[in-house]
């Protein structure tokens, strides 16, 4: 094809089906033949498209004489110099199907998305104003204005960044990052530049100001952990030498989720084993676990438990002396020795109880109980069996309530086995030997009054005198006195069936003790009534001193057949007498004047 020319030659298309724009000849390096379908000349550089066979992109330098060529390789694009397919062609650059950039690599043989090589080192340079700012190399890694004294560097076997005229981290061969400092303690060391200051600190993600938590520095070398919460309140401290506090949420040591501890459980402490808390102070002075109501004076020390180790002026009984307080005062003291305090800080016995009134020790029970034991009081040889005991039963004297009880008293023979002995029951009747006594004392087995021959042998009976042994046997003492007129005195009531005879007898014993010999005597008397329907007999047994004697009162009818006669005793003016009466057996001695069976008793109280 002919050459084909605009005005000026600005536009030749040439035989060899090459198209100048701006230039009339080509002007390459190599072959004088063009190879070029399209060729673009300026006052600069050209822009060539090669001949699609090729698949590439041409651009030739006039002033340097330079060929620059980009084409496409199998999904890839490379940027070279020289002709393509001469051997004056230099790959410089790579782009990778997989987005990865070689840079004179003319070979992979590394895997990064970012792969360079050059023979002084250097593989990225930073200009600013044709001054050099900074550049990436295999030595030296970034410089900041120009010269190394402002330089972070990746030299042979460490990384090392600075700024400011100093290094400021390192990266050692071994891995280990250094932060402030080059000695190496630990896979991340940070040494900080001043105190009082952070040595590091972590921000949270939704603020640049509002910290997560961090290392800090503080005065007299002072290390300290905080962690703080969105408005850098602070909430946990960790000091090396001060104070340290958690202050909001729990605490939980073996467990993931102490909240679900009783209370909250603002420390919970669990283990599938054993788990302790120790506190050791030094052997002079003592330790502590304090409840306070307030940050002053007695208020910050209202509950506790204080643990002294040494011993004080007392002596050794006191060595690991333990104290429980509540309102500022010890309450319950624990001593080396074993000894129990409540409301002594000096027991002198295993169990010591004090107080400013009379002491109480109280035992109950949480809910009612009607029936079987309310508790015992319990001693033990250095076995498990039981020696001595008080036990606190229900009543069973009447219906069983939630408060009548019957306090038992258990002994152990030597040899035997645990008995009771003794027991007072809840209505007031005591029983030895007897576990249901019916009278205010029953004794199984004798009894024993005071000594001999002295004032502690004196004894005072009330009431009447019973013989067991004796079936009905029953006794009572009087004092009868008359003043200037002669006094009539009730003794005895007793009841007769006048159709249905049976024996009554009423033995009257009087001594007379004034004014006179002759009352100074004393007289036995038999007093009988019912033998023959309502007749009634008087026997003296003997009367030295003419003593009166007892009378029969007329019969009373109660019903039926029932009468009743009262025994009467008048002692003469100003005569006293001790009149006994004995129901030897034939009658059965009542409590009930007004009664309507036969053959009873009736003894009339003092009077």
């Given at each position: 094809?002919?050459?084909?020319?605009?005005?000026?030659?600005?536009?030749?298309?040439?035989?060899?089906?090459?198209?100048?724009?701006?230039?009339?000849?080509?002007?390459?390096?190599?072959?004088?033949?063009?190879?070029?379908?399209?060729?673009?000349?300026?006052?600069?550089?050209?822009?060539?498209?090669?001949?699609?066979?090729?698949?590439?992109?041409?651009?030739?330098?006039?002033?340097?004489?330079?060929?620059?060529?980009?084409?496409?390789?199998?999904?890839?694009?490379?940027?070279?110099?020289?002709?393509?397919?001469?051997?004056?062609?230099?790959?410089?650059?790579?782009?990778?199907?997989?987005?990865?950039?070689?840079?004179?690599?003319?070979?992979?043989?590394?895997?990064?998305?970012?792969?360079?090589?050059?023979?002084?080192?250097?593989?990225?340079?930073?200009?600013?104003?044709?001054?050099?700012?900074?550049?990436?190399?295999?030595?030296?890694?970034?410089?900041?204005?120009?010269?190394?004294?402002?330089?972070?560097?990746?030299?042979?076997?460490?990384?090392?960044?600075?700024?400011?005229?100093?290094?400021?981290?390192?990266?050692?061969?071994?891995?280990?990052?250094?932060?402030?400092?080059?000695?190496?303690?630990?896979?991340?060391?940070?040494?900080?530049?001043?105190?009082?200051?952070?040595?590091?600190?972590?921000?949270?993600?939704?603020?640049?100001?509002?910290?997560?938590?961090?290392?800090?520095?503080?005065?007299?070398?002072?290390?300290?952990?905080?962690?703080?919460?969105?408005?850098?309140?602070?909430?946990?401290?960790?000091?090396?030498?001060?104070?340290?506090?958690?202050?909001?949420?729990?605490?939980?040591?073996?467990?993931?989720?102490?909240?679900?501890?009783?209370?909250?459980?603002?420390?919970?402490?669990?283990?599938?084993?054993?788990?302790?808390?120790?506190?050791?102070?030094?052997?002079?002075?003592?330790?502590?676990?304090?409840?306070?109501?307030?940050?002053?004076?007695?208020?910050?020390?209202?509950?506790?438990?204080?643990?002294?180790?040494?011993?004080?002026?007392?002596?050794?009984?006191?060595?690991?002396?333990?104290?429980?307080?509540?309102?500022?005062?010890?309450?319950?003291?624990?001593?080396?020795?074993?000894?129990?305090?409540?409301?002594?800080?000096?027991?002198?016995?295993?169990?010591?109880?004090?107080?400013?009134g009379s002491p109480t020790i109280a035992m109950s029970t949480e809910g009612p109980i009607t029936?079987?034991?309310?508790?015992?009081?319990?001693?033990?040889?250095?076995?498990?069996?039981?020696?001595?005991?008080?036990?606190?039963?229900?009543?069973?004297?009447?219906?069983?309530?939630?408060?009548?009880?019957?306090?038992?008293?258990?002994?152990?023979?030597?040899?035997?086995?645990?008995?009771?002995?003794?027991?007072?029951?809840?209505?007031?009747?005591?029983?030895?030997?007897?576990?249901?006594?019916?009278?205010?004392?029953?004794?199984?087995?004798?009894?024993?009054?005071?000594?001999?021959?002295?004032?502690?042998?004196?004894?005072?009976?009330?009431?009447?005198?019973?013989?067991?042994?004796?079936?009905?046997?029953?006794?009572?003492?009087?004092?009868?006195?008359?003043?200037?007129?002669?006094?009539?005195?009730?003794?005895?009531?007793?009841?007769?069936?006048?159709?249905?005879?049976?024996?009554?007898?009423?033995?009257?014993?009087?001594?007379?003790?004034?004014?006179?010999?002759?009352?100074?005597?004393?007289?036995?008397?038999?007093?009988?009534?019912?033998?023959?329907?309502?007749?009634?007999?008087?026997?003296?047994?003997?009367?030295?001193?003419?003593?009166?004697?007892?009378?029969?009162?007329?019969?009373?009818?109660?019903?039926?057949?029932?009468?009743?006669?009262?025994?009467?005793?008048?002692?003469?003016?100003?005569?006293?007498?001790?009149?006994?009466?004995?129901?030897?057996?034939?009658?059965?001695?009542?409590?009930?004047?007004?009664?309507?069976?036969?053959?009873?008793?009736?003894?009339?109280?003092?009077?």
């Amino acid at each position: 094809m002919a050459n084909l020319s605009n005005i000026n030659n600005k536009f030749i298309v040439t035989s060899e089906t090459e198209a100048l724009i701006g230039a009339t000849s080509w002007a390459g390096v190599g072959s004088g033949t063009l190879a070029a379908g399209l060729v673009i000349s300026g006052n600069t550089s050209q822009f060539i498209l090669d001949n699609p066979n090729y698949n590439h992109f041409t651009m030739y330098s006039a002033s340097d004489s330079n060929i620059y060529n980009i084409f496409g390789s199998s999904g890839n694009y490379l940027i070279g110099t020289g002709n393509k397919d001469t051997s004056s062609w230099s790959e410089k650059m790579r782009i990778g199907s997989d987005g990865t950039v070689d840079i004179n690599l003319n070979q992979r043989i590394l895997d990064g998305f970012l792969n360079m090589n050059k023979s002084d080192g250097t593989y990225i340079k930073f200009d600013y104003n044709n001054a050099v700012r900074g550049y990436i190399g295999s030595e030296r890694q970034l410089f900041s204005g120009g010269s190394e004294a402002n330089m972070g560097y990746l030299a042979t076997g460490d990384s090392v960044f600075g700024a400011g005229g100093a290094e400021r981290m390192r990266i050692d061969s071994s891995g280990n990052v250094l932060i402030g400092t080059a000695i190496d303690a630990g896979k991340v060391t940070i040494q900080n530049d001043t105190a009082n200051a952070y040595a590091l600190r972590v921000l949270r993600s939704t603020s640049t100001t509002q910290g997560l938590g961090g290392f800090y520095e503080g005065a007299s070398n002072e290390g300290i952990l905080y962690l703080v919460d969105g408005s850098n309140g602070l909430n946990a401290k960790l000091s090396s030498s001060g104070d340290s506090y958690f202050n909001g949420g729990n605490v939980g040591i073996g467990t993931t989720s102490p909240s679900s501890y009783t209370y909250g459980s603002n420390l919970a402490i669990v283990d599938t084993g054993s788990v302790g808390i120790t506190i050791q102070s030094n052997t002079t002075g003592a330790s502590a676990i304090q409840f306070a109501d307030g940050v002053s004076g007695a208020a910050q020390y209202r509950g506790g438990i204080d643990y002294y180790h040494s011993a004080n002026s007392s002596g050794a009984a006191y060595y690991s002396r333990m104290d429980f307080r509540t309102n500022g005062a010890a309450r319950i003291t624990i001593l080396g020795n074993g000894n129990v305090g409540i409301g002594t800080t000096g027991p002198v016995v295993n169990l010591q109880v004090q107080a400013a009134g009379s002491p109480t020790i109280a035992m109950s029970t949480e809910g009612p109980i009607t029936s079987g034991t309310r508790g015992d009081l319990a001693w033990y040889n250095n076995s498990t069996s039981t020696v001595a005991n008080i036990r606190a039963d229900t009543d069973t004297s009447a219906a069983a309530d939630t408060v009548g009880t019957d306090l038992a008293f258990f002994t152990r023979a030597i040899g035997g086995s645990l008995t009771q002995k003794m027991v007072i029951k809840g209505g007031g009747n005591v029983g030895i030997g007897y576990t249901s006594p019916s009278k205010a004392l029953s004794v199984n087995g004798g009894m024993y009054v005071g000594g001999n021959n002295t004032d502690a042998g004196a004894t005072g009976i009330y009431g009447d005198i019973r013989r067991p042994q004796a079936v009905n046997y029953c006794e009572r003492i009087w004092n009868r006195n008359s003043a200037a007129t002669p006094s009539l005195y009730y003794v005895a009531r007793q009841w007769h069936d006048s159709i249905n005879w049976a024996a009554g007898h009423i033995n009257v014993i009087v001594w007379g003790v004034a004014p006179t010999l002759s009352t100074l005597f004393k007289g036995d008397f038999s007093c009988g009534y019912g033998y023959a329907g309502n007749s009634v007999h008087i026997s003296t047994n003997f009367n030295p001193g003419n003593l009166t004697a007892p009378v029969w009162q007329a019969p009373v009818l109660v019903s039926g057949n029932i009468y009743y006669r009262d025994l009467t005793i008048t002692p003469p003016s100003y005569n006293r007498y001790i009149v006994q009466v004995i129901n030897p057996g034939n009658l059965v001695q009542t409590y009930d004047i007004n009664n309507t069976g036969q053959n009873k008793v009736y003894f009339y109280p003092q009077g």
